[in-house]
């Protein structure tokens, strides 16, 4: 079973590439009995949403530096 410390690893790691089957369903496994993982898993993703909607956005800082 993974510990904390490889918990978050695979989480980042998931950023930037898929995780094999086995590497998913470790991380379920933990998940599940582990809140602060859970809760840690929670955070990445609310943070990958927020940078990606702040991403997308029109650059408002070039238009009020026109003015």
Not at 44 to 50: A, G, S, V, W
Request: proline share 1%; aromatic share 4%; hydrophobic share 30%.
């Amino acid at each position: 079973m993974l510990n904390c410390q490889q918990v978050t690893r695979l989480y980042s790691e998931s950023q930037e590439r898929a995780l094999t089957l086995q590497e998913r369903m470790s991380l379920k496994v933990h998940v599940m009995m582990c809140s602060g993982c859970r809760n840690f898993g929670k955070q990445m993703h609310t943070l990958r949403h927020i940078a990606h909607t702040y991403a997308k956005r029109p650059d408002q800082r070039r238009d009020q530096s026109d003015e």
